[in-house]
């Protein structure tokens, strides 16, 4: 765990990988929730006996916005700032899905800090590299370039 004393001090870190979290298992159930709170009920997420039969390697996939989804638990295992009021979503500069993440994966999120600018308000706009892994596979599941806004 890295941590950061205020948003600010973020800047001494632009360019640095930030480390990797701990693993996560996404299980039928988290994905299931997931299908619930989005309505997206597309077999290949939730039909186990069809997915058995049809998907490679027999088994349901997670949402790619689920695996996205993860971006800010995961990244509480990786760093934190102190000295911080608030921290908002910014938004994203580019994402790919680039492997399904099959039911019973786990998966863990690789950051690197890309840039750290000063935003109205005293804070601090932050992009980070985003990069989630799949236990096993070279391919990730998932690239993002994604901002947050830290306030002190």
Same mark, same amino acid.
Request: aromatic share 6%; net charge neutral; no cysteine.
């Given at each position: 765990?890295?941590?950061?004393?205020?948003?600010?001090?973020? *800047?001494?870190?632009?360019?640095?990988?930030?480390?990797?979290?701990?693993?996560?298992?996404?299980?039928?159930?988290?994905?299931?929730?997931?299908?619930?709170?989005? @309505?997206?009920?597309?077999?290949?997420?939730?039909?186990?006996?069809?997915?058995? *039969?049809?998907?490679?390697?027999? *088994?349901?996939?997670?949402?790619?916005?689920?695996?996205?989804?993860? !971006?800010?638990?995961?990244?509480?295992?990786?760093?934190?700032?102190?000295?911080?009021?608030?921290?908002?979503?910014? @938004?994203?500069?580019?994402?790919?899905?680039?492997?399904?993440?099959?039911?019973?994966?786990?998966?863990? !999120?690789?950051? *690197? !800090?890309?840039?750290?600018?000063?935003?109205?308000?005293?804070?601090?706009?932050?992009?980070?590299?985003?990069?989630?892994?799949?236990?096993?596979?070279?391919?990730?599941?998932?690239?993002?370039?994604? !901002?947050?806004?830290?306030?002190?």
């Amino acid at each position: 765990m890295r941590i950061i004393e205020t948003p600010k001090d973020m *800047k001494s870190h632009i360019g640095e990988d930030f480390g990797v979290s701990e693993w996560v298992t996404v299980d039928q159930a988290m994905i299931n929730k997931f299908a619930e709170a989005t @309505g997206d009920h597309q077999w290949i997420h939730v039909d186990v006996a069809r997915a058995q *039969k049809e998907m490679p390697g027999g *088994k349901t996939i997670a949402h790619g916005f689920l695996t996205l989804s993860l !971006l800010p638990r995961l990244g509480a295992d990786i760093w934190r700032i102190e000295q911080r009021s608030r921290g908002v979503n910014y @938004g994203l500069n580019k994402l790919r899905f680039t492997a399904p993440v099959p039911e019973g994966s786990r998966v863990r !999120l690789r950051q *690197k !800090l890309l840039a750290a600018d000063d935003v109205k308000g005293d804070g601090i706009r932050m992009t980070f590299e985003n990069v989630i892994e799949i236990d096993g596979q070279t391919q990730p599941a998932l690239i993002a370039e994604a !901002l947050s806004i830290a306030y002190p």
